[in-house]
Nanobody
Framework: QVQLVESGGGLVQAGGSLRLSCAAS????????MGWFRQAPGKEREFVAG????????YNPDSVKGRFTVSRDNAKTTMYLQMNSLKPEDTAVYYC?????????????????WGQGTQVTVSS
């Protein structure tokens, strides 16, 4: 059974940092594209960042703009999202997802497995 468990969310002031983790089990982690998505109240889920099993990364420039860094540790079957210079508009539930494909997709439907999400709240 595939499980993706996010952690590291919380409440932070604007300008602060958080590091999210996504611990994966039940899959051959090193062969999966991994992605981070987020969903704010009343908005659609949007792609934030993704990383291939070789470590190539891709970002949503509109939402990240050089502030976030995605990484993975295949030995620990864990993906990370380092978020710096956080803004109130970054407030959302952040989800990690896994895709058996070879391309870093930006659409939700491209991903096969999802975590339950972790809340990130940035106060002004």
């Amino acid at each position: 059974q595939v499980q993706l468990v996010e952690s590291g969310g919380g409440l932070v002031q604007a300008g602060g940092s958080l590091r999210l983790s996504c611990a994966a089990s039940g899959l051959t982690f090193s062969r999966y594209v991994m992605g981070w998505f987020r969903q704010a109240p009343g908005k659609e889920r949007e792609f934030v960042a993704g990383i291939s099993w070789t470590g190539v990364s891709r970002y949503n420039p509109d939402s990240v703009k050089g502030r976030f860094t995605v990484s993975r540790d295949n030995a620990k079957t864990t993906m990370y999202l380092q978020m710096n210079s956080l803004k109130p508009e970054d407030t959302a539930v952040y989800y990690c997802a896994a895709d058996r494909g070879d391309i870093i997709g930006t659409m939700s439907w491209q991903y096969d497995y999802w975590g339950q999400g972790t809340q990130v709240t940035v106060s002004s």
